[in-house]
């Protein structure tokens, strides 16, 4: 998948309070590997879905809401640009195609014209 990139602490580490906690990387691939097994064994999920269980999985996991937040409306940016690249290039191609047809529809005419 992608999305926009956050650098994560991984296995435990000790919080403010001296406490030893799992770090939110942990949180979010034991989550994904949850889900995956409630679908047995299945990775297949929308891009939304697994976007919005990531960013639960990452706020339980103690990192900020507003943080977490603001990534997902970055990685969704990062979508919609794709996205708008992808429909750009359809409509060039598909501009070549329809030249490329109206070619090939007129130079048989054409050359029956000259004909007559």
Known sequence: ?????????T??????????????HNYANFGQGARRDARSGNYSSTLNSESVFGATNLIRGGMSESLVMSELERSYKMIDALNEQ???LYMERKED???MM???LQ?????SLQMV
């Not at 998948?1 to 602490?9: C, G, K």
């Not at 130079?107 to 050359?111: F, S």
């Open 1 to 9: 998948m992608i999305m926009a990139t956050i650098s994560l602490r």
């Open 86 to 88: 992808k429909r750009a």
């Open 102 to 104: 109206q070619t090939r």
């Open 11 to 24: 296995g435990y580490y000790t919080d403010s309070n001296g406490n030893t906690a799992l770090a939110p």
């Open 107 to 111: 130079t048989p005419l054409q050359n």
């Open 97 to 99: 195609w329809t030249v």
